[in-house]
C-alpha cells in the first residue's frame, strides 16, 4: 500500500511534462530502498507501471549517510563489518559476531565488542524514535519511549531488529531462497549499470556525517 500511494504521488506530481525529480536517499536502508523503487519505476512494476520515464525526469541524487563502521578508538583503523550468526529462535542473545574473540583478542577484541554494543544502541535509539514519531502523529496512545521502558518484551524486540541490523538478519528472516538461477531484485552492481547507461550525466551531492 506504502509503494502504490508513493506511485499515485509521483504520478500527480508528474503530471506536467516539464516537472523534474531529485532522488534523496538517506542512509544505507534508504539507498536499499531506493534501488528497489528504481528498479520497479524502470520495469514499469506493480504500481509503478506507465509512470513517466525515469531517466527524462531525474535531474539530481543526493546520498546522505553516516559512517558504516567507526575507527578502533586505538589505532583508529576503520573496523570492518563483523559476520553474524542468528539462532533459528531469533532470540537477541542468540546474536553475535563469529568474528569477535576470533582475530582479535585483548583489548582489540574489546574494541570490536564495544563496537558492535555501541552501533546496536545507536540502532536501538534510531527505532524507537522513528516508531515514536508515527506513534505521535496517527495515535493518542502515551509516549512511545515510556512504553518501551516499561515493558521488558518491548526492550528485547527492539534490540533483537536493532541487533540484526547491526549484524544482518538471519537466513530464517530473509524469506525463501530464490529457485531462479539469479535474484532478479538489483543489487549495487545493478544499480550502477542502470546509472552509468543514463543518456545525461545526473549530478550528485553527497552527505556525509562524522
Known amino acids: 500500500?506504502?509503494?502504490?500511494?508513493?506511485?499515485?504521488?509521483?504520478?500527480?506530481?508528474?503530471?506536467?511534462?516539464?516537472?523534474?525529480?531529485?532522488?534523496?536517499?538517506?542512509?544505507?536502508?534508504?539507498?536499499?530502498?531506493?534501488?528497489?523503487?528504481?528498479?520497479?519505476?524502470?520495469?514499469?512494476?506493480?504500481?509503478?507501471?506507465?509512470?513517466?520515464?525515469?531517466?527524462?525526469?531525474?535531474?539530481?541524487?543526493?546520498?546522505?549517510?553516516?559512517?558504516?563502521?567507526?575507527?578502533?578508538?586505538?589505532?583508529?583503523?576503520?573496523?570492518?563489518?563483523?559476520?553474524?550468526?542468528?539462532?533459528?529462535?531469533?532470540?537477541?542473545?542468540?546474536v553475535h559476531s563469529t568474528d569477535v574473540g576470533k582475530k582479535g583478542s585483548g583489548a582489540k577484541a574489546e574494541s570490536m565488542e564495544e563496537v558492535i554494543r555501541s552501533e546496536i544502541e545507536m540502532h536501538k535509539m534510531v527505532l524507537i524514535g522513528c516508531v515514536a514519531a508515527l506513534c505521535k502523529k496517527h495515535t493518542q496512545r502515551p509516549n512511545f519511549f515510556v512504553t518501551v521502558h516499561d515493558n521488558s518484551h518491548m526492550q528485547e524486540f527492539v534490540k533483537a531488529a536493532a541487533t540484526m541490523t547491526v549484524l544482518q538478519p538471519p537466513a530464517w528472516a530473509m524469506g525463501e531462497p530464490s529457485s531462479k538461477a539469479e535474484d532478479p531484485r538489483w543489487d549495487f552492481p545493478q544499480f550502477e549499470a542502470w546509472d552509468f547507461a543514463l543518456a545525461k550525466p545526473i549530478p550528485r551531492l553527497f552527505f556525509y556525517s562524522m
Open 1 to 94: 500500500k506504502q509503494e502504490e500511494r508513493l506511485a499515485a504521488e509521483l504520478r500527480t506530481a508528474l503530471a506536467d511534462s516539464g516537472s523534474q525529480l531529485l532522488l534523496h536517499f538517506c542512509s544505507h536502508a534508504g539507498f536499499g530502498k531506493g534501488k528497489s523503487l528504481v528498479q520497479a519505476w524502470v520495469g514499469g512494476e506493480g504500481p509503478f507501471a506507465n509512470m513517466p520515464p525515469l531517466a527524462e525526469r531525474l535531474i539530481a541524487m543526493v546520498y546522505e549517510c553516516a559512517p558504516a563502521r567507526p575507527l578502533d578508538p586505538g589505532s583508529g583503523e576503520v573496523l570492518g563489518a563483523p559476520q553474524a550468526q542468528v539462532s533459528s529462535t531469533g532470540e537477541s542473545e542468540g
